[in-house]
Each structure stands twice: as C-alpha cells, then as structure tokens.
T-cell receptor, first 113, second 111 residues
C-alpha cells in the first residue's frame, strides 16, 4: 500500500481564496483524521470520521472550515475564505480501528498570503 | 477537555548521552501512543502502551506507562544523530475518542 496520500504537498494562496486539501486513506482503514500543526499550537485534531461519517468536529476552528468524506477512499478539507492565520501544515491520518496506531500522510503545507 | 502535557519542550544532547521525555495526561488513559516526527516529516507511530505499569523496549528506546495510566515516559539510551526529531505522546480521551497529542519534545543531538 502507498500509505496515506495527501495533495497538494504545498499550497500558496491569497487571503480570501478557497483552499481544498485532499486525502486518500489507506485502503481498509475505517477511521480518518484531519490534524493541523503549527509551532504555537502543536498538533490539533480538527475532525475525524468513522466509516465516512463525521464523529467529532469540535476541533474545527470556525465555519470557514468544512470537511467531507464522500466515500471510504477520499476526504477533503476546505477552507473558505482562507486567512493568513490558517497557514500551517495539515495532516491527514487513517487507522484501522479506533485506538490503534494512526498512519499519517506527508502533509500539506499551506501558506496564505 | 483532556490535556496532554509533555516536558521538556526542547532537549539538546551530545551524541552518546541519554534522553528522556515525560508525558502527563489530565485524565486516565485507556492507552498511550508515542510518535516520532523527523524535521520536515510527518509523525510516525513508534509504540502503544495499554497496561498499567507497562514497560516496552525497542532497541535503545524504553517506553513506560504509569501505574495510574495518566503518565508515560520515553527514554533513549546513548543517543545517536538518527534520533533527532520531535517525540510526541498521544492519548485518546473524551466520550468521542479524540487522540490528543502533547506538544512534543524536540531532540537535537550534537555529533
């Protein structure tokens, strides 16, 4: 398996633009997590899905953020409109089971100017 | 909500010295996981501890889970330059299970 695949690896966008981050989890994994990493706040869990259903989105910072998982092999995290403070590395991770090791993707480094 | 705290935030050692990072949770954990993130990389799972007082070893790395299942430690014996990176502990908590990560300990090793 190729592991968790995220795209794009890097994204530079202007403030106010819509940004869509994509994730393909490992085949067969039933949990998918979106994390944001910054120097100040560390790794924050934004939202996670179980069998494509959002379970906890309490970490989503505000209504500008939304996440979907239309099927077991694809998820998106959308920011609209983007702001400079959204600049961070966004990681997608998946796991087989709830309290089992999570496999992280390479991350998307987002810069909003 | 659940908080997971790690100390120290940074640790710089000479190659060959030992290193320890400590993790404390505000709530009792069903298990604790440890991850390593190399500079510019992504977190990679190292190990999971489940039982109270559990100790596990991986070569030069020793992981321990406290008796009360609220704290944990990672000890590296005789560090090498390949040990450089940030070490995170993570614990599930809350009714909805949220894998909460500590802020991590950044280890740098001087050759």
């Amino acid at each position: 398996d190729a592991g968790v695949i995220q795209s794009p690896r890097h994204e530079v966008t202007e403030m106010g633009q819509e940004v869509t981050l994509r994730c393909k989890p490992i085949s067969g994994h039933d949990y998918l997590f979106w994390y944001r990493q910054t120097m100040m706040r560390g790794l924050e869990l934004l939202i996670y899905f179980n069998n494509n259903v959002p379970i906890d989105d309490s970490g989503m910072p505000e209504d500008r953020f939304s996440a979907k998982m239309p099927n077991a092999s694809f998820s998106t995290l959308k920011i609209q409109p983007s702001e400079p403070r959204d600049s961070a590395v966004y990681f997608c991770a998946s796991s087989f089971g709830r309290e089992i090791e999570a496999f992280f993707g390479q991350g998307t480094r987002l810069t909003v100017v | 909500g659940q908080q997971v705290m790690q100390i120290p935030q940074y640790q710089h050692v000479q190659e060959g010295e030992d290193f320890t990072t400590y993790c404390n949770s505000s709530t009792t954990l069903s298990n604790i996981q440890w991850y390593k993130q190399r500079p510019g990389g992504h977190p990679v799972f190292l190990i999971q501890l489940v039982k109270s007082g559990e100790v596990k070893k991986q070569k030069r790395l020793t992981f321990q889970f406290g008796e009360a299942k609220k704290n944990s430690s990672l000890h590296i014996t005789a560090t090498q330059t390949t040990d450089v990176g940030t070490y995170f502990c993570a614990g599930p908590g809350g009714s909805n299970y949220k894998l909460t990560f500590g802020k991590g300990t950044l280890l740098t090793v001087n050759p």
